[in-house]
């Protein structure tokens, strides 16, 4: 048995879309274009309001304190409103999470979206059921890639060996420094080739990950024994 640590955007939900048209209305109310799709996507990462930074900094050229809290609020009021509208679980994650409960495991999300909108996703998604603590990025006064809410998250499931799962340079920055094994999906937001993103495996296709955790479990229990 493990636990077994999820990160949200990019692992097990696709959410891009939802987060492309809240910065569109948000844009929009500044009388802006909106962006395209895959300029967005390639913002997302380190939480929300780095996200709205990255879009400042490419709308206007620069981010002032006052604007940007004013956008960041604008843009949480159109994300709220609807944040499962276009977001869709990766394909055959609610059978792997289903498997990997039956199989024992004890699960959790740590993500840097904030936690109620990510409790909300989880629900709305009906995979909530098999999470027992969601880690947000509000949850503690830091957010990854420093390890303190990965390892909080850890901590709320109890002892046993705790694997990372996420799709980012950042979700294995937080892995290393919290000294927990990274499983890569290659199919989420990264921004590097996977061989430039330090994994123990990776996986492209959610059918696999019960035998991955089930062989990286194995494998450091043979190394008690020898």
Avoid at 67 to 90: D, E, G, I, S, V
Avoid at 114 to 128: D, G, K, N, Q
Wanted: hydrophobic residues 45%; glycine residues 6%; contains cysteine.
């Amino acid at each position: 048995m493990a636990n077994v640590v999820f990160d949200l955007d990019g692992t097990l939900i696709d959410s891009a879309r939802d987060l492309h048209s809240a910065v569109a209305k948000m844009l929009e109310e500044e009388g802006l274009a909106p962006l395209d799709l895959a300029t967005v996507q390639r913002f997302i990462g380190n939480g929300v309001p780095m996200l709205i930074q990255r879009v400042m900094e490419h709308c206007f050229g620069a981010v002032e304190a006052f604007r940007h809290q004013k956008l960041l609020a604008r843009f949480m009021h159109h994300y709220n409103a609807a944040p499962t509208a276009l977001t869709r679980l990766y394909p055959y994650v609610a059978e792997c999470l289903h498997i990997l409960c039956l199989e024992g495991h004890r699960l959790a999300v740590c993500t840097n979206k904030p936690h109620a909108i990510s409790r909300t996703i989880l629900e709305e998604l009906e995979v909530a059921q098999h999470f027992s603590a969601v880690f947000g990025g509000d949850t503690l006064p830091v957010k990854k890639p420093d390890p303190a809410p990965l390892l909080a998250t850890a901590a709320a499931l109890g002892p046993a060996p705790t694997l990372y799962v996420g799709d980012s340079e950042i979700d294995s920055e937080t892995a290393d420094r919290a000294g927990f094994p990274f499983l890569l999906f290659t199919e989420g937001y990264r921004k590097k080739p996977i061989t430039a993103i330090p994994h123990l495996a990776n996986f492209n296709d959610f059918r696999d990950l019960p035998r991955i955790i089930a062989a990286v479990i194995g494998e450091k229990a043979e190394a008690l024994r020898t």
